[in-house]
C-alpha cells in the first residue's frame, strides 16, 4: 500500500540496441548458469557511464565486453576479457574503474581495452562478488559486495577505498543484496539499492566517514527482482531502476514518488542508469533482457559525476 497519489507516467524512446553482430544468443557462460538458469542470453548490459566527449560505455556482464556508443549511436568493442564487469564509472584523470563480479575492482585503459587488477580482496579476503560503485567529489571510491546475498542471507557489504590513503573501509555488512549507490548532491548521505530486499537504503555519512542510522529511504512495491542501478540529480531527486517491472522510478528527496518512467522496449529488466545529453538532463537507461539502451528527457539535470567535474 502506498500512501501517495500515483505518479505521473513518463514515455522513453530507442537510443540504440545491440547490434547483431555482437549478440551471442547460443554462447555458454558460467554466469548465465548461475544467475540466468535455463535461459539463453545474448548479452546482459549494465553499467551505463559517459565520458567527457559524449561517448557512453556500457558493460556486457556474461561475456567479459566493454562497448563504447557514439552519440549518434553507433556501437565498437573496447575490451573483452575473462571477467564479469558490471558497474563503470569513470576517474577525472580519465581512468576507467569497473566492479568486476569475478574479479573485484578492475582498471581499463579505454584507448587500448587494456583491463588490470586494482582491488581483488579486503585484507585477503576475496570479495563475495561486486557489483557497481560510484566516486566521490573527492575522488573516494565506493562500491558494492553482492555476491548471491540476499533475505536467506544480508550479509552483503559496502566498501569505500581512499587513493590517497590506501586504505579500504567496510561501511556496511548486513545489505540483502547491495546493488546501485549513489550519493546525495551534499555528499553527506549514500543511497544504497537493496535488490532483494526490494528497497533503497539511506546511509548517512557522518564527518569521519563512519555511517550510523541506516534506514529505509524508499520500499518499492514488489516483484520477482527489486530495486537495481541508482542515479541522482541536481534537486536530490533519486531515479532507481525496478529489475523485473520494466521501469525506472524517480523519488524526492523526501522519498514521495514523482515519476514511473516506463520502457518503450517491451523488457523488464531495467538495470542501470547514467545522465547524458547535451544539457544533462537525458536520462539513459540499460534493458539488458532486450538489449535496448532507453531514453528521457527529464526535467532537472543530473548530479555532476567526478569525472565531469
Same mark, same amino acid.
Given at each position: 500500500?502506498?500512501?501517495?497519489?500515483?505518479?505521473?507516467?513518463?514515455?522513453?524512446?530507442?537510443?540504440?540496441?545491440?547490434?547483431?553482430?555482437?549478440?551471442?544468443?547460443?554462447?555458454?557462460?558460467?554466469?548465465?548458469?548461475?544467475?540466468?538458469?535455463?535461459?539463453?542470453?545474448?548479452?546482459?548490459?549494465?553499467?551505463?557511464?559517459?565520458?567527457?566527449?559524449?561517448?557512453?560505455?556500457?558493460?556486457?556482464?556474461?561475456?567479459?565486453?566493454?562497448?563504447?556508443?557514439?552519440?549518434?549511436?553507433?556501437?565498437?568493442?573496447?575490451?573483452?576479457?575473462?571477467?564479469?564487469?558490471?558497474?563503470?564509472?569513470?576517474?577525472?584523470?580519465?581512468?576507467?574503474?569497473?566492479?568486476?563480479?569475478?574479479?573485484?575492482?578492475?582498471?581499463?585503459?579505454?584507448?587500448?581495452?587494456?583491463?588490470?587488477?586494482?582491488?581483488?580482496?579486503?585484507?585477503?579476503? $576475496?570479495?563475495? %562478488?561486486?557489483?557497481? /560503485?560510484?566516486? @566521490?567529489?573527492? *575522488?573516494? !571510491?565506493?562500491?558494492? +559486495?553482492? =555476491?548471491?546475498?540476499?533475505?536467506?542471507?544480508?550479509?552483503?557489504?559496502?566498501?569505500?577505498?581512499?587513493?590517497?590513503?590506501?586504505?579500504?573501509?567496510?561501511?556496511?555488512?548486513?545489505?540483502?543484496?547491495?546493488?546501485?549507490?549513489?550519493?546525495?548532491?551534499?555528499?553527506?548521505?549514500?543511497?544504497?539499492?537493496?535488490?532483494?530486499?526490494?528497497?533503497?537504503?539511506?546511509?548517512?555519512?557522518?564527518?569521519?566517514?563512519?555511517?550510523?542510522?541506516?534506514?529505509?529511504?524508499?520500499?518499492?512495491?514488489? $516483484?520477482?527482482? %527489486?530495486?537495481?542501478? /541508482?542515479?541522482? @540529480?541536481?534537486? *536530490?531527486? !533519486?531515479?532507481?531502476? +525496478?529489475? =523485473?517491472?520494466?521501469?525506472?522510478?524517480?523519488?524526492?528527496?523526501?522519498?514521495?514518488?514523482?515519476?514511473?518512467?516506463?520502457?518503450?522496449?517491451?523488457?523488464?529488466?531495467?538495470?542501470?542508469?547514467?545522465?547524458?545529453?547535451?544539457?544533462?538532463?537525458?536520462?539513459?537507461?540499460?534493458?539488458?533482457?532486450?538489449?535496448?539502451?532507453?531514453?528521457?528527457?527529464?526535467?532537472?539535470?543530473?548530479?555532476?559525476?567526478?569525472?565531469?567535474?
Amino acid at each position: 500500500m502506498s500512501l501517495y497519489p500515483p505518479p505521473q507516467q513518463m514515455q522513453t524512446e530507442l537510443f540504440t540496441s545491440v547490434p547483431d553482430e555482437f549478440r551471442f544468443p547460443n554462447m555458454e557462460s558460467d554466469w548465465v548458469k548461475a544467475n540466468k538458469p535455463g535461459q539463453k542470453v545474448h548479452s546482459f548490459l549494465e553499467g551505463p557511464s559517459f565520458d567527457r566527449d559524449g561517448n557512453l560505455f556500457v558493460t556486457d556482464i556474461p561475456y567479459g565486453r566493454i562497448f563504447k556508443i557514439s552519440p549518434a549511436g553507433k556501437w565498437s568493442l573496447v575490451a573483452q576479457y575473462n571477467g564479469w564487469p558490471n558497474g563503470l564509472r569513470f576517474h577525472k584523470n580519465g581512468r576507467v574503474f569497473i566492479a568486476d563480479y569475478k574479479l573485484g575492482i578492475v582498471e581499463l585503459d579505454p584507448v587500448n581495452g587494456k583491463v588490470t587488477p586494482f582491488l581483488t580482496h579486503n585484507n585477503s579476503e $576475496g570479495f563475495k %562478488g561486486v557489483n557497481d /560503485l560510484v566516486f @566521490d567529489e573527492d *575522488g573516494r !571510491l565506493y562500491f558494492t +559486495d553482492q =555476491g548471491q546475498t540476499g533475505m536467506h542471507n544480508p550479509t552483503g557489504r559496502v566498501f569505500r577505498y581512499d587513493f590517497d590513503a590506501g586504505k579500504l573501509d567496510c561501511l556496511l555488512d548486513t545489505g540483502p543484496s547491495p546493488n546501485g549507490l549513489v550519493l546525495n548532491p551534499e555528499e553527506n548521505v549514500l543511497y544504497v539499492g537493496m535488490t532483494r530486499g526490494n528497497a533503497v537504503w539511506r546511509m548517512p555519512i557522518l564527518p569521519d566517514g563512519s555511517t550510523s542510522k541506516v534506514g529505509i529511504f524508499t520500499q518499492l512495491a514488489g $516483484g520477482v527482482s %527489486g530495486a537495481d542501478g /541508482l542515479a541522482m @540529480d541536481v534537486e *536530490g531527486n !533519486l531515479t532507481v531502476c +525496478d529489475a =523485473g517491472n520494466g521501469c525506472v522510478w524517480m523519488f524526492s528527496k523526501w522519498g514521495e514518488p514523482l515519476y514511473r518512467i516506463v520502457s518503450c522496449g517491451g523488457g523488464r529488466t531495467t538495470t542501470n542508469l547514467a545522465y547524458g545529453g547535451p544539457e544533462n538532463k537525458t536520462l539513459f537507461f540499460t534493458e539488458s533482457d532486450t538489449g535496448n539502451i532507453l531514453k528521457c528527457d527529464l526535467p532537472h539535470a543530473g548530479k555532476t559525476m567526478f569525472a565531469h567535474s
